[in-house]
């Protein structure tokens, strides 16, 4: 059973960078073919895909996002991470972390984290 949980402050202040990490269990971050993800859900809108980081590291990111998004990983802990610089109000969402797993025809995601609110607020 892979298990994913997303950790980091739930109160960030505008200007400020949001950092969040997600620890895996149950599946190695490495594994060919999957590739995981960082996902967030604004209030009372859908869920908006942020940025993957790979089996092999490589790392994908939305465009509209990516001058302010890093995401990197610490294979030894089995943890990736999200960094959005400059937040402001408007990234105020719950966060998910999810595991997309690639197949011949696509892929989709076959788990998720909890979520974890963050707030952006002075």
């Known amino acids: 059973q892979v298990q994913l949980q997303e950790s980091g402050p739930g109160l960030v202040k505008p200007s400020q960078t949001l950092s969040l990490t997600c620890t895996v269990s149950?599946?190695?971050?490495?594994?060919?073919?999957?590739?995981w993800s960082w996902i967030r859900q604004p209030p009372g809108e859908g869920l908006e895909w942020i940025g993957d980081i790979g089996y092999s590291g490589r790392t994908f990111y939305k465009t509209s996002l990516k001058s302010r998004t890093s995401i990197s990983r610490d294979t030894s802990k089995n943890q990736f991470t999200l960094q959005l610089s400059s937040v402001t109000p408007e990234d105020t969402s719950v966060y998910y972390c999810?595991?997309?797993?690639?197949?011949?025809?696509?892929?989709?995601?076959?788990?998720w984290g909890q979520g974890t609110q963050v707030t952006v607020s002075s």
């Open positions: 999810a595991r997309w797993r690639e197949t011949s025809v696509g892929g989709y995601y076959d788990y």
């Open positions: 149950g599946d190695s971050i490495t594994t060919d073919y999957y590739y």
